[in-house]
């Protein structure tokens, strides 16, 4: 067996994904991963009085035409100082997105929690830990993928993202899959799904199918969020398989 093999069997164990190996007795797995047990997210501490609204011309979004326009550098510059939506009034920082700049996977999750507000980078808590195993487990490391959320800004109470909030966030999400340009990208969660897609579909129904993205029509893959895989992690292997469908797509379409 090969260093990459072990490896890529030990993620898969920690994921909680049974490992078959033709003409070999069974291998028995390791422990489970302690990123098994339910996520924790810190609640914001308490305010003495209610928040105060930002001033009405702090709401005012740049045009479209002018994000479009942004490099890497200038579109990170413009997110780091945005005041679309009121989520700018309680973040500790936003959280652009990060990776290699020219990968063929681009992960879009949900939004920023407690840790990545305070770090300023998506998925680094339990969650980010788990994804980082799925990737590993594809022969992928964090730093060759780009990962990013629909929402830069980090909701109150880790809540869902509101439809104002996500139109405030998309363009520059557009905006990064334009310069990124990736050969797939990989949905993580519900709400990432349904808002990339612009769909209202169940996440159960978009599994499995190879959706596209906007004119370009960049193949789009949906599996579960990490989060959810912690608190539900009999449906690690679900992910796991939709993971494998992700990376026959890509392969698919270098053929072609």
Not at 23 to 52: C, E
Not at 105 to 113: M, Q, S, T, V, Y
Request: with cysteine.
């Amino acid at each position: 067996m090969s260093v990459l093999d072990a490896r890529r069997r030990t993620m898969l164990a920690h994921m909680d994904v049974d490992v078959w190996v033709a003409r070999a007795p069974a291998v028995a797995t390791p422990a489970q991963a302690s990123a098994a047990g339910a996520p924790h997210f810190a609640a914001p501490p308490p305010r003495d009085t209610a928040p105060v609204a930002p001033p009405p011309v702090a709401m005012v979004r740049p045009p479209a035409s002018d994000v479009a326009t942004l490099d890497w550098d200038a579109l990170a510059a413009r997110v780091a100082t945005c005041q679309a939506c009121e989520l700018a009034a309680g973040r500790t920082q936003t959280v652009f997105g990060v990776g290699r700049r020219d990968a063929d996977w681009l992960i879009i999750g949900e939004a920023p929690g407690a840790e990545e507000d305070r770090r300023g980078e998506p998925f680094v808590g339990r969650a980010g830990q788990l994804l980082n195993a799925m990737l590993a487990a594809l022969g992928l490391a964090r730093e060759a993928v780009y990962i990013a959320n629909i929402l830069k800004c980090r909701p109150p109470q880790n809540r869902d993202p509101r439809p104002a909030e996500v139109v405030a966030c998309e363009r520059y999400l557009a905006r990064q899959i334009e310069l990124l340009n990736p050969r797939l990208i990989l949905a993580v969660g519900r709400i990432a799904a349904q808002n990339l897609l612009k769909v209202e579909t169940p996440i159960g129904r978009l599994r499995g199918t190879v959706h596209r993205y906007g004119e370009t029509a960049i193949p789009v893959v949906v599996t579960y969020h990490p989060a959810y895989l912690l608190r539900s992690p009999g449906e690690k292997a679900k992910a796991w398989s939709d993971l494998c469908f992700a990376a026959r797509t890509l392969a698919a379409s270098e053929t072609r």
